[in-house]
């Protein structure tokens, strides 16, 4: 493979210019490049006039290594060597290395088992070399002598260059370079023999891909034929692959190799738990894919991996397996379609048991973080398998995950690829497809489209009583949620009239203590609160608090949530210094319970930056408002309304202490990045207009005018007998009143006014 061969930056054969002499071992999975690097270093070598005498030898078996030896002693005419004895002959040449001071390199290619070596390994003297090439690593080919070099694929931009030169002559076919690049997974032999079978067929990149990407088609079927190969190389990738798992699956434990490469071969190559190997799904997949009586363990199962991994099959390290590509292809290539589809649910149940039942956004981020990928790869090469008869917990599980961790937007956009599926596979009717509409609803909900789910949430509660009725669980939930809705659009009272109907039927067909019904008790009390009685919400929370550690226990996040809402409610009853201490004590838990970075966390950080403001610590609560946004910003994202509500505090704070100028600038920002996130008539988005209308009122010509504006927007939007629309009125009637007084020779008026504004506005980022 001369013309495969490509400067390898990360490799070096001699480092800090000392002794150069001893054994170099190339170990590594089949096709990466092992051989070629041996040819590169024997060129410099050469070039360099570093080197006497070359001898390249196969180490496939023991008799090919003393044939080897045996033919370099008679081609160097030594003593006794006259090719009658192979074994003799050996044993001369092996003798000669020790004590010639001729400058050697003996090159043993493709060393297959460390056995063969026993006593013929090439000793170490000043004036000679070796290199091994192998896929074996591990205490069988280790010695104090020798220099394990571990040899990967190619990087990306060896990778990218490689491919470029290949495809030279014919720049055309070069569209999407990185696109087979990442394909293939930067593994030299197969871009070898991918750019050969793309020249010879006319084929560019992107129409590669496509090939690449049909399932129908196996590995085998997008390079040249055998007699076609270039670089003068025997066997295709998948031939090379293959000559690895099967030595794997004949090394001990017997027959462990190849149902632990299936089940790897349908999730992420970059990373797979070690425990997913482990969980009692794979354990029973793994005993059914031997077919034997005894079911496999897990001791069984961890000598199965390193044995992959002593024969560089996958990478097994502390905590995942790392498996090619490539490797996990000519795996598949290998399966049934049926055989995939229950394999598939096999790893989806094994992912469902080992996601962490609270993910914490620190400890489990890599584990969460490769689950994840796990659930995508499982449900890509698993097709429409996880989706019928019924659609798998993984789905679920795996795009809720996305949204809790504060991507409501990335969880609501994978629900309705879901959905488009389900209704193609289940059809629109489903339960399975109705629950993921209520997903997606949820979502959309979340990421602050409040009017958009209250419709979404009425079409599909239609479809619920007219497919399931009214007492399906599915329907009770949309009942709810609509409710939930209702007060967050602005009327807390309704939503709290019909959240009680719909918690007394929660009780009546679940139970009191069912988690949606704990739930629903949970969103009366809020909205009670912000109907006028703080007093009466906190009382509730306090006996749902003590309900949920009684059901779920202390540290549960809802436990959690229903004591940071207690606190809350015991500072709108008039407890600001209370509400401070308690906050101060649920965010320990919280940070230890679910981490730093969690959404929940970081809504437990600006409460309690509201209330200490309320207490009187005004810049403290500042500073910690910057903080807590500036790690919002980092885990929730610039237009998360979480976060958008948090620069709202900002900005009203900035009001509250005189900086009308910077609240001014604040909140234009703000509404921008609102309009974008939300829209231009959100209730949000209107709030910070009316906010930022208030300030520039106190700076424009005529204030009074101003405000009637405010006025006349506010009843556009909200009607005459809003809330809001009434506290702008009483604004307009105090303005205009001290206007009345400051023309009697009182205070400046736009001071009084600023005054007046800012009693009315309380700080920081209370909103009109």
């Not at 990466?32 to 690097?37: I, R, S």
Request: net charge negative.
């Amino acid at each position: 493979m001369a013309d495969c061969f490509q400067p390898r930056a990360a490799y070096s054969f001699d480092q800090g210019g000392g002794n150069a002499s001893g054994t170099r071992l190339l170990s590594g999975l089949g096709g990466v490049g092992k051989t070629q690097m041996a040819i590169g270093f024997a060129e410099q070598l050469m070039t360099g006039n570093q080197l006497d005498l070359l001898v390249w030898i196969s180490a496939a078996s023991r008799q090919s290594i003393l044939a080897g030896y045996g033919h370099a002693a008679v081609d160097l005419l030594l003593p006794g060597a006259d090719g009658s004895n192979t074994g003799q002959d050996a044993a001369r040449f092996h003798a000669w290395l020790a004590t010639t001071d001729r400058r050697w390199l003996v090159v043993l290619d493709d060393l297959c088992n460390a056995a063969d070596l026993k006593g013929l390994w090439p000793p170490n003297c000043p004036t000679g070399r070796a290199v091994v090439t192998t896929r074996l690593r591990g205490s069988s080919v280790g010695a104090v002598d020798r220099r394990l070099i571990q040899v990967g694929v190619f990087a990306a931009d060896e990778a990218a260059a490689y491919l470029t030169a290949r495809l030279a002559e014919q720049p055309d076919l070069a569209d999407d370079l990185d696109g087979v690049v990442a394909d293939l997974g930067n593994h030299p032999l197969a871009l070898a023999q991918a750019s050969a079978f793309m020249i010879d067929e006319g084929l560019t990149c992107s129409a590669y891909r496509q090939l690449f990407a049909d399932k129908r088609r196996r590995l085998d079927d997008l390079v040249p034929e055998e007699h076609d190969l270039p670089d003068d190389y025997h066997r295709t990738i998948a031939a090379t692959l293959a000559l690895s798992i099967d030595a794997a699956d004949r090394s001990r434990p017997l027959g462990m190799a190849n149902p632990l490469l299936e089940f790897a071969s349908v999730l992420d190559s970059a990373g797979i738990p070690n425990s997913l190997f482990t969980s009692p799904a794979a354990l029973n997949w793994l005993t059914f894919s031997r077919n034997v009586s005894e079911r496999v363990d897990p001791d069984r199962v961890r000598s199965g991996l390193r044995t992959l991994h002593r024969l560089s099959v996958v990478t097994a390290g502390t905590d995942s397996v790392m498996v090619h590509a490539l490797v996990q292809r000519v795996i598949r290539d290998g399966l049934t379609d049926e055989h995939i589809e229950d394999l598939s649910w096999a790893v989806a149940d094994a992912l469902v048991e080992a996601w962490p039942p609270f993910e914490h956004a620190e400890r489990d981020n890599a584990l969460v973080g490769m689950l994840r990928a796990g659930a995508a790869a499982v449900r890509r090469h698993g097709s429409d398998a996880l989706l019928k008869p019924e659609s798998h917990p993984l789905i679920f599980v795996s795009i809720t995950s996305i949204g809790s961790a504060g991507n409501a937007a990335g969880a609501a956009e994978a629900f309705a690829q879901v959905l488009t599926e389900q209704e193609r596979i289940l059809g629109a009717e489903h339960p399975a497809t109705l629950a993921t509409r209520s997903n997606l609803t949820h979502w959309q909900g979340e990421t602050g489209d409040v009017f958009g789910a209250i419709t979404a949430y009425e079409g599909l509660l239609a479809d619920q009583m007219r497919i399931l009725g009214p007492a399906d669980k599915q329907t009770l939930s949309t009942r709810s949620n609509l409710a939930y809705l209702q007060g967050i659009a602005g009327d807390p009272a309704g939503a709290v009239d019909a959240l009680e109907r719909i918690w007394a039927d929660h009780v009546r067909l679940f139970g009191a203590d069912a988690p949606e019904t704990l739930t629903a008790r949970s969103n009366i009390q809020r909205f009670r609160g912000e109907a006028g009685d703080p007093a009466g919400a906190a009382d509730a929370f306090a006996r749902l608090y003590a309900d949920r550690v009684r059901v779920l226990g202390r540290d549960h996040p809802h436990t959690l949530v229903a004591r940071q809402s207690l606190a809350n409610w015991r500072g709108h009853a008039g407890d600001a210094a209370g509400a401070v201490t308690a906050l101060e004590q649920v965010l320990d838990d919280f940070r230890r319970v679910v981490g730093t970075g969690h959404p929940d966390t970081l809504a437990t950080r600006e409460s309690l930056a509201y209330w200490r403001d309320k207490a009187g610590d005004r810049a403290g609560a500042t500073e910690a408002f910057e903080q807590v946004l500036e790690d919002q910003l980092r885990v929730l994202g610039p237009r998360h309304p979480i976060t958008l509500a948090t620069r709202g505090r900002l900005a009203g704070g900035r009001f509250s202490v005189g900086d009308f100028a910077g609240a001014a600038q604040a909140y234009e920002n703000l509404i921008a990045d609102q309009v974008r996130a939300l829209g231009a008539d959100h209730p949000e988005t209107l709030t910070n207009k009316a906010n930022l209308a208030l300030i520039l009122a106190i700076v424009s010509d005529d204030p009074v005018e101003a405000l009637q504006r405010l006025l006349a927007e506010r009843i556009r939007v909200g009607g005459p007998d809003d809330p809001r629309t009434a506290r702008v009125r009483g604004i307009l009637s105090a303005a205009r009143r001290i206007a009345r007084e400051a023309a009697k020779g009182g205070a400046p008026f736009k001071d009084h006014l600023a005054n007046a504004l800012r009693s009315a506005h309380e700080a920081p980022g209370e909103q009109v």
